[in-house]
């Protein structure tokens, strides 16, 4: 199997979420693992973006693949039902609104910057070493944390079902990969 | 004395498949793609069922069935 400039593209994925603990600003740069796929489905009508270039699912690959921190067992049923898995779309894209509320809310001065990440949802991490101030609108750091917050979260996620099951089940649940396949469905038909 | 042949080949779950890709990465013959960004399918001319995309499949959706050649 011939290697590709792309297979390296776990390295992106693990400095991205390292330089989220020095300056909460690059997790605008996060901004890409969004729009690069949604691009891809909707322009050309493939998961290029998973099949290729998801840093993320290379990292899992490798951790739970070549350095064996996965048990290789079958996911359970209910989780790759397409109830799960739309439903954990819905609720994922729920979150991501109401980060982006959160965010409206420090824009329009209602709302004191919160210099913390909330991981799954509901843990509160005091993250205010990686603020050192914005040249922008403190809304725009607002924005970083809850979006910083998501990619840690799904991170962490990720890294729990590669333990458990096989190295790459997050892609099963993952809410990019649902949601490119559902544009691939709609433009292609169904195959 | 039976003589139909019988080959080891790898069959897809279509309605069940993610499209992720983690399959046509470790098939050593490309004899797998993901089609459309459907679903994944078999060259059925290529596979000769080794049965390393259905370790990896996260969803575990592929099977290694014998058929007749």
């Known amino acids: 199997m011939r290697k590709h400039w792309y297979d390296n593209l ?70 790759k039902s397409k109830a799960f898995r739309y439903g954990f779309l819905v609720f994922f894209f729920a979150m991501f609104f109401l980060m982006l509320w959160n965010t409206y809310l420090v824009f329009a001065g209602a709302q004191d910057l919160g210099q ?40 962490v996620l990720g890294l729990i079902t590669m333990v458990l099951f096989k190295p790459r089940s997050w892609c099963v649940y993952c809410p990019m990969g649902t949601m490119t396949q559902l544009i691939c469905r709609a433009k292609n038909g169904r195959a | 004395m039976n003589s139909v042949k019988k080959r080891r080949r790898a069959v897809v779950d279509p309605s069940a498949c993610v499209a992720c890709g983690c399959c046509v990465k470790v098939c050593p013959l490309q004899a797998i793609e993901v089609v459309r960004g459907i679903t994944a399918q078999v060259r059925q001319e290529k596979c000769v069922g080794c049965g390393k995309c259905a370790r990896e499949c996260p969803a575990s959706v592929i099977v290694i069935r014998e058929v007749e050649a």
Request: aromatic share 22%.
């Open chain 1, 10 to 79: 776990w390295i992106v994925s693990l400095l991205y979420l390292l330089l989220g603990f020095f300056n909460i600003l690059f997790a605008w740069l996060g901004l890409l693992c969004f729009f690069i796929p949604l691009f891809i489905a909707v322009a050309g009508g493939t998961k290029g973006y998973c099949n290729r270039y998801c840093g993320r699912g290379q990292l899992f690959s490798l951790l739970g693949g070549r350095f064996g921190l996965s048990r290789r067992r079958d996911i359970p049923g209910w989780m």
């Open chain 1, 116 to 155: 913390a990440v909330t991981l799954l949802w509901t843990f509160r991490l005091p993250w205010n070493w990686a603020y050192h101030g914005t040249l922008f609108h403190p809304g725009v750091a607002q924005f970083a944390f809850g979006f910083y917050s998501v990619m840690l979260t799904s991170t």
